[in-house]
Every structure is written in structure tokens, then in C-alpha cells.
């Protein structure tokens, strides 16, 4: 490969809640100082972002003047040719882009202009833990569609339950996450159609979170929910940013893309109301050096990797964690584990399991924000050699400890 995905980076000390912030994702937890730490918690990644956005950083920040400015047209065109050569965009110019400072504002600004504040909205479960925040923080009432496995493992969305919801409790908002975090699902076309034609007969408005369009799993493609219909395009504000596929959430800087006009001014005018949600200088020269030729070729590599990562991860569970079952995901980087039938199996609590784990130096996160307790979730976004050091771990200390070692924890 020409990029570096193998190389450990020393990341403490430098302002990553992955390796400061151990507390803040797993409360209680106590590393035992033999073990070095391995963060796979925080949606981030234990990779350097590909070369170009470093370059452009520092080289925007020699010149000593940081003052109002506008964003610049190379910024917009740069989306532009990103949105058309990976997501198939038709139609796409400046004026259907609108900034945000984050997905999640983006997702309260367009509920915003869809609802009043009490309205329920429709979210799929489980859940990203930041659609709970975000709405309840704003005055929206979550009612949640499960989604279920079908026969295959395969997270399925389950349509006759969100149409009853939607009938039953007069709902006319909702939120996509596509692909699914935490569940790892790249939705099919004909899914999303079923589900926008679900939202089109009850009178629906859709915010589509599209924030891990970019990384996808063995030869899975994305489908941009507004891409299925003419009315998908006109029912559906769709979230992006660069900061998940390249490491830059610390930079702030995500995007909106509105095709119909009515309510791409209403939305424009809802996010200005703060007036804090301004674009960063430096992010925007970020996200043009990513939106790159260069970028690309880095992602295309970054997604060889994870799917080497997510395949070593699978097979060892399925080998050696009896009781811990896992759908091999088909996009983002992360893993939902199922761990309900180990912790009843062997008499301990998702909790205690979590902190044995961060016990051990492998920092990963409860699934109760997710509307899971069961699960954990884990990142896999680092070098395959910290993987396999993590895995062995868990193995030989958590999941299989001897039975010595056991009977005194």
C-alpha cells in the first residue's frame, strides 16, 4: 500500500478522548498497569489522516492573518466532484450545499424546520447514542423502530412496525442513518425505496444522516437516500462531512445537501439563527485537500484495511467467544457485539464485562446508549497489530480466562 496503516501513533497527550478521555467512555475503569491502552471506543480513528490535509492545514496557517472570510468556490466544487464521483450525484451545484458545524446540528436545524418542539420523531434502534442527545436535549420525543435480523444475522429495517408507528402516532419526521452505525448496515436500494415510499404515503420528512458514506466494507455501495426517487430527492435533507472518513472531527465542519428549494431556505435560515454555525478557515482548506484525487486513493486503501481488520475480528469471535455472536459489518468501522448469551452463560452483567475489558487496556463502549445492553460497541478503526494484541487479550483474560484466574476476580 502506498499510505501507512500499520504504524502505531502515539496519541496521548494530544487532545484524543480516545486515550485521555478513558473515564468519559468507560466510567469507572481502572487499566491495570501492566497493559498499555488500546482505544477502540470513540467513533475515531488510530490512523494519520491521508497527507494532503495536513499539508494544506500547515500551509494555510503560515500566512498570519486568521479574519472573516468567505468560503471559496474551489470548497463547493470540491463536494461537488466527491458527491459525483463516489455517491452518483445528478444535478448537484453550490447552491443545494449549506454548511454545518456538526451532522447532529444539522439533524436538529432540519427537525427544526419540519416540527414543533414535543413532536415525535421516528429513529430506528438500535440507536446512535448522539440522535438521543441531540433530540431530547431539543424538546423531541424519540419513538423507536427495531430494527431485526433476519436468518442471515442481517439487521433488517421492519416496515410494517414503522408504519404503524408512523399511522398510530402521527409522526411526520424521521431520521436515516445510512450506512447504520451502530449496526455496520449498507442499505440496499430497494430498501430505501421501500422506506422512502413509506414516508412519501404518510406525509414524512427525512433527515438522512449519510456521515459513513465513505467507508465501505467489501464492495458494498452506498446509496444516497435522496438518489431513490424524485420524491426522496424533495423529502430528504442529507447530512455529510469528511470528518469520519479522514480523522478530522477535531477540526469541525460537516455539510448539508437540499435539492428542493422551499426547504432549503427554511433550513438556511434556521442555522443561522445561532449565529455560530460559521465555517472554519482551516477545516475548509481541510476538507478540499481531502475531497482529492490523493483522498480518494487514500480511502480506497483505509477501506482495504478495515475490511482485513473486521474479517481477522469476525472469525475470532466466532472461534474463540462462545456465547458472542457479531453481523459482520458492511460499512462504517465499528462492531456490535452481541454479548447477552456470554454474560448470562457465565453469570456476569454487561458492565462487569465492559470494565473487564478496559481492566485489560481494551478501551470499548457500553451498547446501553444505544438502546442496546447487551452489546458493546468497538471500534476497529487502528493498526492490525493492535487488533490481534486486543483480541488476545479479551481471549486469554476476559472471554476464556483459566479457571483460576476466574474464581478470584
Known amino acids: 500500500m502506498k499510505y501507512d496503516f500499520t504504524s502505531i501513533m ?23 498497569p501492566e497493559f498499555d491502552v488500546i482505544p477502540m471506543s470513540v467513533a475515531d480513528m488510530n490512523f494519520p489522516t491521508v497527507p494532503t490535509v495536513p499539508a ?20 463547493y466544487e470540491a463536494i461537488i466532484r466527491w458527491q459525483t464521483r463516489r455517491n452518483g450525484a445528478v444535478g448537484l ?37 448522539g440522535f438521543t442527545g441531540s433530540l431530547t436535549n431539543n424538546g423531541y420525543r424519540i419513538v423507536h423502530s427495531p430494527l431485526r435480523q433476519d436468518s442471515q444475522g442481517v439487521w433488517r429495517m421492519d416496515f410494517e412496525d414503522m ?18 452505525n451502530p449496526c455496520g448496515r449498507v442499505w440496499e436500494r430497494w430498501e430505501l425505496e421501500q422506506a422512502m415510499e413509506l414516508f412519501r404515503k404518510h406525509g414524512v420528512w427525512v433527515v438522512s444522516d449519510e456521515i459513513w458514506s465513505d467507508i465501505l466494507l467489501r464492495g458494498n455501495r452506498h446509496i444516497p437516500t435522496q438518489s431513490v426517487s424524485e420524491d426522496a430527492r424533495n423529502r430528504t435533507v442529507a447530512l455529510y462531512a469528511p470528518s469520519k472518513t479522514f480523522n478530522l472531527a477535531g477540526l469541525v465542519g460537516s455539510y448539508h445537501i437540499a435539492y428542493n428549494p422551499w426547504l432549503r431556505d427554511r433550513l438556511e435560515k434556521e442555522t443561522s439563527l445561532s449565529h455560530y454555525n460559521s465555517m472554519n478557515v482551516l477545516s475548509m ?60 452463560a457465565h453469570g456476569k452483567t454487561p458492565e462487569e ?33 493492535r487488533v490481534e494484541e486486543a483480541f488476545r487479550r479479551l481471549d486469554r483474560y476476559v472471554f476464556n480466562p483459566p479457571k483460576e484466574a476466574e474464581a478470584c476476580q
Not at 93 to 111: D, M, R, W
Not at 293 to 311: A, F, H, K, R, Y
Not at 355 to 384: E, K, Y
Open 353 to 385: 464485562l465492559l470494565l473487564a475489558g478496559a481492566r485489560v487496556g481494551v478501551i470499548w463502549q457500553s451498547g446501553a446508549g444505544f438502546q442496546a445492553p447487551d452489546h458493546i460497541r468497538m471500534n476497529l478503526a487502528l493498526p492490525l497489530s
Open 10 to 32: 502515539n496519541r496521548r497527550g494530544m487532545d484524543a478522548l480516545a486515550v485521555d478521555g478513558i473515564d468519559h467512555m468507560v466510567p469507572g475503569a481502572v487499566v491495570d
Open 163 to 180: 408504519e404503524r408507528k408512523l399511522t398510530e402516532q402521527h409522526i411526520h419526521a424521521a431520521i436515516l442513518c445510512s450506512p447504520h
Open 285 to 344: 482548506h481541510a476538507l478540499m485537500a481531502a475531497y482529492s484525487p490523493e483522498g480518494e486513493q487514500w480511502v480506497e486503501e483505509l477501506c482495504q484495511t478495515l475490511t482485513g481488520n473486521i474479517d481477522f475480528a469476525c472469525d475470532y469471535i466466532k472461534a474463540h467467544f462462545e456465547g458472542v455472536e457479531v453481523f459482520r459489518p458492511q460499512g462504517t468501522y465499528m462492531l456490535f457485539l452481541d454479548c447477552g448469551k456470554w454474560c448470562r
Open 56 to 75: 494544506a492545514i500547515i500551509a494555510r496557517a503560515q500566512h498570519p492573518a486568521y479574519g472573516y472570510f468567505i468560503p471559496r468556490e474551489e470548497y
Open 93 to 129: 451545484t453550490k447552491e443545494h450545499i449549506g454548511y454545518e458545524n456538526g451532522v447532529l446540528g444539522g439533524v436538529v436545524s432540519a427537525l427544526n424546520v419540519f416540527c414543533s418542539k414535543g413532536d415525535k420523531v421516528l429513529v430506528h434502534s438500535p440507536t446512535y447514542v
